[in-house]
């Protein structure tokens, strides 16, 4: 089952532009992830925020998490066509134990950067 | 040095039938965790293994099953192959367990597999 659920499902925007992903969730989490997938091959991580952190940033990247609302957003400043991909979120549960392991991913954010 | 390799990248198969795809982990990672996409959805969990021991299962029939080698690759088996099995299978590795909590996940390029 999907835990995480990004928001818009899909977004186009012009290069230069900023884009703003939401994600959010439904239980506990230890930290958050932010991958990037282009054309349906494999994934790429970007960002990892714990659930004791409010903000991180990584060049073009800042991710906010507000674990009172169970959400989190992705902000890619200064778009460029290259950032043309489908992000998704993805949670590690906040419990230990069984399961403790696994990532639960969102549908993702289909981002189309138009030169 | 070189990412999470999965062979092979395409694989076509008719109902009934059973299937096996491969993972190698970057150098020095012991955790290898297996995933299946679906066309407009996002990956799901289906195992993870550590040191050759499975340390978590999704939600996924027996059909669905795997194991790590002494040399932590990985394979992931799929027999009685169904229509919907249709997917992108997505292998992962990380470091280790890190105390419990999945850490950064390292994809591999996927395996896309129709069931014709």
């Known amino acids: 089952s999907q835990q995480g659920e990004e928001d818009p499902q899909a977004l186009s925007i012009q290069e230069g532009e900023n884009a703003t992903m939401n994600c959010s969730y439904k239980t506990s989490i230890n930290n958050l992830q932010w991958y990037r997938q282009n054309s349906g091959r494999g994934l790429v991580h970007l960002i990892l925020i714990r659930s004791n952190e409010r903000e991180k940033h990584s060049g073009r990247l800042r991710v906010t998490l507000d674990t009172s609302k169970k959400s989190s957003s992705l902000l890619i400043t200064a778009s460029r066509a290259a950032d043309t991909a489908s992000y998704f979120c993805?949670?590690?549960?906040?419990?230990?134990?069984?399961?403790?392991?696994?990532?639960?991913f969102g549908k993702g954010t289909k981002l189309s950067v138009i030169p | 040095d070189a990412g999470v390799t999965q062979s092979p990248t395409h694989l076509i198969k008719t109902r009934g039938q059973q299937v096996t795809l491969r993972c190698s982990p970057i150098s020095g990672h012991k955790s290898v965790s297996w995933y299946q996409q679906v066309l407009g959805q996002g990956p799901q969990f289906i195992f993870q293994?550590?040191?050759?021991?499975?340390?978590g299962r999704g939600n996924f029939p027996d059909r669905f099953s795997a194991r790590q080698f002494p040399n932590y690759s990985s394979e992931l088996n799929v027999n009685a192959l169904l229509l919907g099995d249709s997917a992108l299978y997505l292998c992962?590795?990380?470091?280790?367990?890190?105390?419990?909590?999945?850490?950064?996940?390292?994809f591999g390029p996927g395996t896309r597999l129709l069931v014709l």
């Open positions: 993805a949670t590690a549960p906040g419990d230990s134990g069984a399961g403790s392991y696994q990532l639960t």
């Open positions: 992962a590795s990380s470091r280790g367990l890190a105390g419990g909590v999945a850490e950064t996940q390292y």
């Open positions: 293994y550590y040191e050759k021991e499975e340390r």
